[in-house]
């Protein structure tokens, strides 16, 4: 059974700032693997999708890497800004149609 | 292009009574989930239409919840008797295809409290 965990559970840093999340998944077997912004009351966003056979992908200041072996992808944010600040959920897909969630990272950037 | 759609947004109800909730979505996606979030868990996969027709619903807790998609466009998730337990955020998707490059797209989730 896919279980993911997402490192730290929150975290807050001025504007500016480079910073990583940090997402695990245990089981390898994975189609590939999303990151999601969800912001308060809202649906989610999706990111960045990285298929199994790719390492990272990159859009505007966001970039997502895999390591499928290790079990581990991260989502790199540069230069934060204010609206930044969400809730980031990274996925597992498993057999095509199931997505295995973490709990996510709550972001808060400060002015 | 809409996005995915559900109502209510909000639903307040008493232990025992029925809801249903209804997702719209985007047109010509073929498949439909429905996904939940409780309070302090991670959002889980309850099921999964490819238009009509159930694929996965390994995820769906008990026979309180009936999820249909008649006719294989917008889908119902039927919850009867609610318990306290069922409270938390529904959260409905849909994608056009099955693939590694296709991802879901989430509708804004429907808040449901069982009191």
């Known amino acids: 059974k896919q279980e993911v965990t997402q490192i730290p559970a929150a975290l807050s840093v001025p504007e500016g700032e480079n910073l990583v999340l940090n997402c695990s998944f245990t089981?390898?077997?994975?189609?590939?693997l999303q990151w999601f912004r969800q912001d308060p009351g809202k649906g989610l966003t999706s990111l960045l999708l990285?298929?199994?056979?790719?390492r990272e992908q990159t859009s505007g200041r966001l970039n997502a890497s895999l390591d499928k072996s290790s079990g581990r992808s991260t989502l790199y944010i540069a230069a934060s800004q204010p609206g930044d600040s969400a809730t980031y959920l990274c996925?597992?897909?498993?057999?095509?149609?199931?997505?295995?969630f973490g709990k996510g990272t709550m972001l808060l950037v400060s002015p | 292009e809409a996005g995915v759609t559900q109502f209510p947004s909000h639903s307040v109800i008493e232990k025992g009574q029925t809801v249903t909730l209804r997702c719209d979505p985007i047109s010509g996606h073929d498949n439909l989930y429905w996904y939940r979030r409780v309070m302090g868990k991670e959002i889980k996969f309850l099921l999964h239409f490819v238009k009509e027709s159930k694929q996965d619903e390994s995820g769906m807790p008990n026979n309180r919840f009936l999820a249909e998609r008649t006719g294989g466009t917008y889908s119902t998730l039927k919850v009867q008797p609610a318990e306290l337990e069922d409270s938390g955020v529904y959260f409905c998707?849909?994608?056009?295809?099955?693939?590694?490059?296709?991802?879901?797209?989430f509708g804004p989730g429907t808040r449901l409290t069982v009191l």
């Open positions: 998707a849909s994608s056009r295809q099955l693939s590694s490059t296709d991802t879901q797209y």
């Open positions: 089981d390898s077997a994975i189609y590939n």
């Open positions: 990285i298929q199994s056979s790719q």
């Open positions: 996925a597992a897909l498993s057999g095509y149609s199931t997505l295995t």
